[in-house]
């Protein structure tokens, strides 16, 4: 079973010429997958009664052409495997025209909201999504597990904003972007990386401090963001242009 939800891209969402930046193409992905969520009673709006929250691991978005201020997308969502404690869910970004403007695929991972920790999923839980197996956007992708090993470029120390706590009480997923943007030089700030990858590794509480590390060769871009006490890794992002 696919979730559809339709997006107008404001004035918000876009980056360098008006056209829709990556962090808005990210949060668009999220709201879909709350959609699909509400239809099956696992919406965020319905934790209290589903006893479970959707956490996003990890993210792979690979942009084919990105929409304008003004225009309105589509973006298509379905679950398309799940084991143990992980669930995986894929999209297509659909542009005004309905034609194919990215593809994306995510792992997700349901906590219980009164203790934060873990659940391992149920056949009875996964099944009103009716999971489509057999449809992936990247067949052959693995997540990264380990930053590559690139010359480091610059270095910050930054403390989150209150405005990037969400309604779990920790940083938004898309916030990382925005984490990510401040280390970056001027001149990559403000480039529309075409194929990201994100991997979320430990939540970032309030009040946090983190030290974040931007890392590059020209063709890989990554970027860390560790614990400002302790040196753990809360995320990884990876940003690259798609080969010709």
Known sequence: MQARQKFFVGLQDVGQGGRMNNKALIEALSNAANVHGKMVGQSTGEKDISHLSWIVLNWKLVIYDRPFACDTIEVVTWGQAYKGLQAGRDYEVLGPSGEVVARATSNWVAVNPATGRPIKLTPEQIAGYEMENGKLNFPDFRFTRNAPELPLVNQISFKVLKSMIDMNGHVHNSS??????????????????????????????PNETVIVEYCSDKVTH???????????????????????
């Open 222 to 244: 990554c970027v860390i963001i560790k614990n400002g006490d302790d040196g753990t890794v809360h995320s990884m992002i990876l940003m690259r242009q798609p080969e010709a």
């Open 176 to 205: 990382y972007l925005d984490i990510a943007e401040e280390v970056l030089p001027d001149g990559v700030d403000s480039v529309l990386f075409d194929d990201i990858e994100i991997c979320y590794r430990k939540e970032i509480k």
